[in-house]
């Protein structure tokens, strides 16, 4: 067999169609003066473990002794090419040198450094650009080339940072072209350069290439989520296409190019559960620290396989926790599996690698998962009220409280009261009056001291679909008082459900106010679980997924259509979009699909989806801008004499205070960048790609909402300003807010249930008689059940990983990034500000009269805390750190 690839690859097989390529028309001429350069190549091979690769790699020494090796062509900047003058001529062929003794067979992937050497004419100057062919049988990772101290130049080296997979040169239509570090506007770019920077733009995206893409294919072009289904399995798998319609609106993911499935035309056929082979362009996909990092860090997430499994093996009541103490076994002890018979039953449905890990080295325990920061001072201080209301502004989704004003108490509803009826609350100062400490509604009004977390009007509209599943929960509105010490406190939960004789009927809705002791103060404690499950779906589906990891991706993908590689702008945001194609087609894959982990673990369910379609039609791209954020949600006000413009009305929000430092040192970096390259508004209104980037972004990229007038025209560099630090924020910081604080704090279930199972308990039924007799059993019955725990903690501990080869805010993966040193300097400046931040930082949460930096559960608040200066590679659980994108 090997012998028979080997013949194969050795033939010379005639072309069935002839591309051309910049290396044709090149003329043998002496030159006037030829020099050599030396210089050096970074490449990295594919893991050795693969066995397609060993093979191919030992045919590569073959083609190397027979002379098909890897070949650069450096590209003048100031001759052109003899058979096309519009671009740079190209210099003999250099080769990496010493391949077959360099490339060692190695179980891991490991940059190696080549030399080469070129013959260079002189008088072609600079070179701009170099083309790459590889003509070996597989493919590797070029990061760079280094032309050192090039004569004629500054005497500095050239630095091109390639940081892409090199596929065999039968692969392309057309020859891959790297260029230097110099940043260009469009209109500045030299002549012999720009038709190559055109068509590098064409081949990205695609020329709306039909057909399955494959890896090599570096396509970037939208599709719909009509991916998330199966109808082929039956009604119950199949979902709606979110995108393309008024009824569901959607962000753009990336194209596949799948075919459809043979049940619905519209909907594209899925791959196999555990192939995670999903088409990206291949310089989207993980490395390969990052991708053995997920992986390692996904062989604890059991998903769809072990469901069933794992039911045989509970040694108590079937799905169901007994006791708090059950749930503290997960971190002490896990659950104890039966007997051998049943370890080696699990061997034979789970890989043995994803066994070795589930069992956590400990042949007895089954799913022993770290213990989260939540229990680790207290194992009750989670229950208290002030916890409860700390959380809402320094836990994992403090973007959402807001600040109550006159002309809306009692809580408003801004549903449709046509087809809602009355959707107002029914909260009344009656209700929260005799727990604010003795200040009235009207004075607590007026002294901005009475906020609200509603999601009232986000579930209401699907809380009948969600409650004809196993869902039974609430419509929720959660009112709060700002006392003196700065810490909030609850003073009423109202739980809503549709009226019985139907939506248009309008709300039925229970108020519930603190109590401490008692079956009241066991109520209390259901209330706020069912509030915390409704904050628990809207963090994971809206603040997280849809307001990070969805809306970016149009970005990305615009991006690399429209900008350049060499354009100033494309150089800026390119960081900050690292690996977010890859974990968000892996989401598609086994989290928010139809039956996938989220289906499974958060309330919403089958409906999840279509939920966070119906809540993105309000989402406003300027609205994301922190201090707009802020301001809209009333929690701070106009001040022009602070830095950002805004006066926090909660000084104690640690969300919003490291927030605000981040936004400012975000924007400063960005405007001195841009300010840099657009010295006016002319040079952004005359940037072609920078127009047509924003116009296909609006248009296809978020294309259901592209006549809200909210967007930006484009037309001043301060909207490109603003833009670009939006996009920076939402990739970087507000993503970090709302992921890594997820197993701190929602690893314990009970603290941040996902689902409830029963409605609160009534008098007079056997439910609150169960209340009053056993309160822990009777909330762990409503809350999230035994195995969707399971899975539930499995998956947050993965998304709240930080990988070992992470890059943080104010980091670079490379130096040499740019050849401008103006912004070299501006962003040394900016890593200096994130570490005056991350002392800020420090020195805030010692300080012990802010109360909500740490609260009663003695958790530090360090989700916005830059981690700049860390350069350990350690990653992990580690709760603090702002990657510069949306990663994991």
Known sequence: MIHTHIAEILCVKPKTKKIKTLEEGVKDKKTKKTMKIEGEVVVMKKNLLDFKDTMASLLDRIH??????????LISSLQPHPANEKRGRLGKAAHL???V??????????????GVTFDWDESMGPPAAFVIKNHHRSQFYLKSLTLRNFPGGEGGPIHFVCNSWIYPSHRYRSDRVFFSNKAYLPSETPELVKELREEELKNLRGDKKEGELKEWDRVYDYAYYNDLGAPDKGSDSARPVLGGSLEFPYPRRGKTGRKPTKSDPKSESRLALLNLN?????DERFSHVKFSDFLAYALKSVTQVLVPEIASLCDKTINEFDSFEDVFHLYDGSIKLANGHTI??????????MFRELVRNDGERFLKFPLPDVLKQSRSAWRTDEEFAREMLAGLNPVVIRRLTLKDFPPKSYLDSAKYGNQHSSIRKEHIEPHMNGISVQEALEQNKLYILDHHDALMPYLTLINSTNTKTYA????????????????????SLPHAQGESHGSVSKIFTPSEKGVEGSVWQLAKAYAAVNDSGYHQLISHWLQTHAVIEP?????NRQLSVVHPIYKLLHPHFRDTMNINALARHVLINSDGVLERTVFPSRYAMEMSSSIYKSWVFTDQALPKDLLKRGVAVEDLSSDNGVKLLIEDYPFAVDGLEIWSAIKTWVTEYCSFYYKNDRTVQTDTEIQSWWTELRTEGH???????WWPLMQTRDELIETCTIIIWIASALHAAVNFGQYPYAGFLPNRPTVSRRFMPEPGTKEYTELEENKEVAFLKTITPQLQTLLGISIIEILSMHSTDEIYLGQRDSPNWTADDEPLEAFNRFGKSLEVIENNIIRRNNDKRLKNRTGPVNIPYTLLYPNTTDYTREGGLTGKGIPNSVSI
């Open 64 to 73: 190397e002794l027979l002379g098909r090796r890897v070949s650069l062509h």
């Open 97 to 99: 040198e010493k391949w």
């Open 101 to 114: 003794t360099k490339i060692k067979t190695s179980v891991t992937a490991e940059e190696t450094a080549f």
């Open 278 to 282: 999903i088409y990206v362009p291949r």
């Open 344 to 353: 080696s039953k699990l061997r034979d449905i789970i890989p043995w690698e």
């Open 476 to 495: 929720t509105r959660t009112l709060l008082l700002l006392q003196e010490d700065g810490t909030l406190k609850p003073l009423a939960i109202e739980l």
């Open 555 to 559: 970005f990305i993908i615009a991006s």
């Open 703 to 709: 294309g259901d909402i592209q006549n809200e007038s």
